[in-house]
């Protein structure tokens, strides 16, 4: 493998974590970033890069940042994005793999991509039931303006910084298995 399909795999991963954050931002950034030509995708998936999609997207983007901010109304969008995160993994993975054999395209796009947006999906779903619970919905909105500023975060560095955002993603995954040996004991 070369450097560039290394890299696209690392950006593959970093925006599929971002995705487990807020499922359409990840999107959006992939579709801006390939409308200004910062970045290739697969020929199949070029049409992430016009502007329909770009609209399209940033739309559903900012319609979904603000209704993670209503109480109650978040753990409802977290039910339903939970199936929607592995497919945004699986899509912005398999979307920024080029030239690589099909079959290995969509293996890594499921495993690395649906797996890793499921993972942090899951994560964030716990995070929110447990704010619910503690706070009756009111810390509901500091968690996600975290989520959201860690989705932004992890899509700017992916695009710019591939390798910086894979290390960030390892690192939340230690941080949440260490969590989750420390309260389960």
């Known amino acids: 493998m070369d450097l560039q399909t290394i890299l696209s795999i690392f950006l593959g991963i970093g ?18 970033a390939t409308y200004f030509n910062i ?3 697969n020929e199949s998936w070029a049409w ?6 770009l609209i399209a997207l940033g739309i559903a983007m900012i319609a979904e940042i603000f209704a993670y901010y209503i109480p109650f109304v978040d753990n409802l969008l ?15 993975m398999a979307s920024t793999l080029i030239d690589l054999d099909p079959m290995l395209t969509w293996g890594l796009a499921i495993i690395a991509g649906g797996g890793t947006a499921t993972a942090m999906q899951g994560m964030t779903s716990v995070t929110r039931l447990a704010s619910s619970v503690k706070t009756g919905g009111l810390g509901n909105p500091v968690v996600s303006t975290a989520e959201t500023g860690t989705a932004i975060t992890l899509s700017t560095l992916s695009i710019f910084v591939p390798i910086l955002a ?5 690192f ?14």
């Open 15 to 32: 925006l599929a974590a971002s995705a487990g954050f807020r499922v359409f931002l990840p999107l959006f950034a992939l579709s801006l």
């Open 39 to 41: 970045i290739p995708l």
């Open 48 to 53: 992430v890069g016009g502007f329909p999609a």
């Open 78 to 92: 977290d039910v339903i994005a939970t199936p929607l995160a592995a497919i945004a993994g699986t899509a912005v």
């Open 166 to 170: 894979l290390i960030i993603v390892v």
């Open 172 to 185: 939340i995954f230690v941080i949440v298995f260490w969590m989750y040996r420390k309260f389960r004991k």
